[in-house]
């Protein structure tokens, strides 16, 4: 597990030495931060969607990753999800001339205890975006986490207003390599699991039914919601996998939150 998951630690620390500095770094610099005023600049802090920076919400999937035991005691279920928390902010400049920040995400799936997020789960990632226009984001997040397995990934992230202040979209595609995860619960002898890849691809929509101004402060309380619908994919060896009941194959969900 140390050998595998050094790259991407190493990865990490130049990720975050590239991105994140002083503004005397860049101080003769052009930037596209440049052309807008104080206040643009402080709505560029939002890190979901372009007026967002919070989202509480339940996703369902009309299946299961994880292969349960089905009998008497134990009938077949008709789907598997999670009540999810996620938040990004984005208050650092970058030397690209956009913003940096923070992701964190955390979820408790549903059967408890039982689904394939492994009842619990959490991510935390660096963010750097260096498309900081008004209306138009492009980010990129390096971080790791665990639900049925700790995992590191990459995520890019693209985000549009669609209607200024009330309707945004963004698409997001999370990567995990199957090198940069470990499946919990598996051999006895530590961490020497082969993980499972897993590639997800996010499309969400944001409607605001009060205008956004761009004001951190004076947005927090206008609750928008938040539309969702994921694919995922999950790669790996399958009679590894069969040993602690992961089923690879493809999979959709779809969620339903309030954004803030």
């Known amino acids: 597990m140390r050998l595998r998951t050094r790259p991407l630690a190493a990865a990490s620390i130049l990720f975050a030495a590239l991105a994140l500095a002083p503004e005397a770094a860049r101080a003769d610099d052009w930037s596209p931060r440049?052309?807008?005023?104080?206040d643009d600049l402080a709505a560029q802090r939002y890190g979901l969607g372009?007026?967002?920076?919070a989202s509480v919400g339940i996703v369902y999937m009309p299946g299961s990753i994880v292969d349960f035991e089905e009998d008497e005691q134990n009938p077949p279920i008709s789907g598997t999800g999670y009540f999810t928390v996620a938040a990004?902010?984005?208050?650092?400049?970058?030397?690209?001339?956009?913003?940096?920040?923070?992701?964190a995400d955390f979820s408790i799936g549903f059967p408890a205890f039982k689904s394939y997020f492994g009842g619990f789960g959490a991510n935390l990632g660096l963010v750097v975006q260096p498309i900081s226009f008004q209306h138009l984001r492009a980010s990129l997040a390096v971080g790791g986490?665990?639900?049925a397995h700790g995992y590191g990934y990459v995520k890019p992230r693209v985000a549009f207003t669609i209607v200024p202040g009330y309707i945004d979209a963004e698409a997001t595609?999370?990567?995990?390599?199957?090198?940069?995860?470990n499946i919990f619960g598996g051999k006895s002898d530590g961490l020497e699991d082969e993980g499972f890849g897993e590639?997800?691809?996010?499309?969400?929509l944001f409607v605001s039914f009060r205008p956004k101004t761009g004001d951190l402060e004076e947005d927090f309380g206008k609750v928008g919601v938040h539309?969702?619908?994921?694919?995922?994919?999950?790669?790996g060896d399958e009679e590894e996998l069969a040993r602690v009941r992961i089923r690879p194959g493809d999979y959709m969900s779809f969620g339903l939150a309030a954004a803030l």
């Open 34 to 38: 440049d052309e807008y005023s104080s």
């Open 50 to 53: 372009t007026t967002h920076f």
């Open 88 to 103: 990004a902010v984005l208050p650092l400049p970058t030397l690209f001339g956009g913003m940096g920040g923070m992701e």
């Open 145 to 147: 986490g665990f639900n």
């Open 173 to 181: 595609y999370r990567w995990i390599p199957a090198t940069a995860s």
């Open 199 to 204: 590639h997800k691809l996010r499309a969400s």
């Open 227 to 235: 539309l969702f619908y994921e694919y995922t994919r999950v790669s």
